[in-house]
């Protein structure tokens, strides 16, 4: 059977394990129930998420013109200390930037390789924790707005790492700690603007993911230099789909392509 689409960010729920879903436009594709099944991947077009058009996708799934004028790719994005929504300061669309970064903000740990710090809002809980692989999660603060969360980040920063190292978590080489210790230890750098919002006596939330063999030797798959692979799938963790020769792919950094999936 063939899916075609263009790729997005895989939907994900919260079970144990994860489920998780491909969104092929008329199709949902339950990734679980594939693994262990061979499946080809092959490259058709591009498709920006913002125009639409088939042009060469940039950054995030837009096009070079689409990345640098969307909201949704706003600098603050990536950077949250740099929001100014809550100054009536506008970057791309006040409006837009109003509504994403003026509402309930957590700044957490979270463990998927090692511990790092991140954020994300609080509705996207444990969303964002699954998408980055983390086997588990425990929140700091919780801010009303995105630049406190930013600043807050920022701060603690100087004190655990922020990135993931996604090939120690792929691999399942994951450090044992204990994260309400670690969240403990890091109280006292919170800045003072945001103290008011610490959460404590909060436990650790698990998180397991569907996955029956580990890559050893990641190779990761390139569209852009393989456009057309199969392979037998043997898990899903993060937004990566993992297969039986350790050929590892990242459904969330091939967005705005268009591909046909076989099964």
């Known amino acids: 059977m063939k899916y075609s689409g263009v790729l997005k960010k895989m939907k994900t729920e919260n079970t ?3 489920n998780y879903y491909l969104d092929m436009g008329d199709d949902f594709i339950n990734m679980n129930q594939l693994i262990d099944k061979k499946i080809s991947i092959d490259f058709v077009k591009y ?5 639409g058009e088939n042009k060469k996708i940039f950054r995030q799934g837009y096009c070079y013109d689409d990345f640098y004028k969307t909201p949704n790719a706003g600098d603050w994005i990536m950077r ?5 929504a809550h100054l009536e300061i506008e970057d791309r669309d006040l409006e837009y930037e109003k509504a994403a970064q003026l509402q309930p903000h957590v700044v957490y740990l979270a463990n998927s390789s090692n511990v790092k710090v991140g954020v994300t809002r609080k509705a996207q809980i444990p969303t964002r924790w699954i998408d980055q692989g983390a086997h588990e999660a425990i929140e700091i603060v919780e801010v009303p707005n995105r630049y406190l969360a930013g600043i807050t980040e920022v701060a603690l920063k100087d004190h655990v790492a922020d990135k993931t190292n996604w090939r120690k978590m792929l691999t399942n080489n994951v450090e044992d700690v204990d994260l309400t210790e670690e969240r403990d230890k890091l109280f006292e750098f919170v800045p ?9 006596n909060n436990k650790e939330t698990p ?8 890559p050893v030797k990641i190779k990761s798959l390139n569209l852009d230099k393989t456009p057309s692979y199969s392979g037998v799938l043997k ?16 459904a969330r950094n091939w967005e705005g392509y268009v591909v046909e999936i076989g099964v």
Do not use: H, M, R, W
Not at 207 to 214: A, D, G, L, M
């Open 80 to 84: 949250p200390e740099l929001s100014t």
């Open 192 to 200: 003072e603007e945001a103290k008011p919002y610490l959460i404590e």
């Open 235 to 250: 898990g899903v963790k993060g937004q990566y789909l993992i297969f039986e020769d350790s050929t590892v792919f990242n």
């Open 207 to 214: 998180i397991s993911f569907p996955v029956e063999q580990y």
């Open 16 to 18: 144990s394990p994860v």
């Open 47 to 51: 498709q920006c998420l913002a125009c």
